[in-house]
């Protein structure tokens, strides 16, 4: 799982919960850290985990599309966010993301990373059995 976040705190909170569930994690601050270090280490996520606000004014949404090229699939993700506006709700649906609002419940989210996981397995058992 891939997390991307502006907060080292949010970071390590959210490593320390994923860890507990037996996910293996690759965090960033950023999507160019996120880039350095897919690449440094030959990592594809099953999920992207993204935060909405990060810095200089870049969004999660931005950081999906810069971070899109490095995999030859596209990786399921989520748009964590406090915003609730509905420019930032149309923003996250059209990018094709799932969201979650802030604060996380830790319920919740397992339920999205499940429903993402399951919906992911259900598209490769179709496309493995079309060829």
Not at 4 to 14: A, F, H, K, R, T
Not at 80 to 108: F, G, M, Y
Request: glycine letters at 4%.
């Amino acid at each position: 799982m891939l997390v991307v976040d502006n907060e080292p705190s949010i970071l390590e909170g959210m490593t320390a919960l994923l860890q507990g569930w037996s996910c293996n994690t690759l965090c960033a601050t950023s999507s160019a850290n996120a880039a350095a270090l897919i690449r440094d280490e030959d990592f594809t996520p099953d999920i992207i985990l993204m935060d909405y606000h990060l810095d200089d004014s870049l969004t999660g949404i931005m950081a999906l599309k810069d971070l899109a090229p490095l995999w030859p699939a596209p990786v399921p993700a989520v748009v964590i966010t406090a915003d609730r506006t509905d420019e930032v709700q149309d923003e996250i649906r059209q990018s094709a993301a799932q969201h979650l609002n802030k604060p996380i419940k830790p319920a919740a989210l397992r339920a999205m990373i499940n429903k993402l996981i399951s919906a992911n397995r259900q598209q490769e058992a179709e496309t493995s059995g079309q060829t």
